[in-house]
Nanobody, 118 residues
Framework: QVQLVESGGGLVQPGGSLRLSCAAS????????MSWHRQAPGKERELVAS????????NYGDSMKGRFTISRDNAKNTVYLQMNSLKPDDTAVYYC???????????WGQGTQVTVSS
């Protein structure tokens, strides 16, 4: 079965950085568009960033542009999210998502908590 396992979350001070990882198994990773989403308490889940199957195209949510970078390593079946200049508003549970090209079905990871606080 498909499994997405996120790691790298934690507590960081404002202005700090974190790197999230999502290891995928049970799927042909190179055939999946990968994305990160986040959900803060009382808010809807929102797109953070997505990346094409070959890693050449990336899209970001407006508030993440210039601070976050999504990347993938198809040889390691892993997608990453480098987060810099973190703000308290970035506090949320971050979820990894996989969607096969030309389909709508999405697989989700269990999420990893990111807390930005002094």
């Amino acid at each position: 079965q498909v499994q997405l396992v996120e790691s790298g979350g934690g507590l960081v001070q404002p202005g700090g950085s974190l790197r999230l990882s999502c290891a995928a198994s049970g799927l042909t990773f190179r055939n999946y568009i990968m994305s990160w989403h986040r959900q803060a308490p009382g808010k809807e889940r929102e797109l953070v960033a997505s990346i094409s199957t070959d890693g050449t195209l990336a899209n970001y949510g407006d508030s993440m542009k210039g601070r976050f970078t999504i990347s993938r390593d198809n040889a390691k079946n892993t997608v990453y999210l480098q987060m810099n200049s973190l703000k308290p508003d970035d506090t949320a549970v971050y979820y990894c998502c996989a969607r096969r090209v030309s389909t709508l079905y999405k697989y989700w990871g269990q999420g990893t908590q990111v807390t930005v606080s002094s």
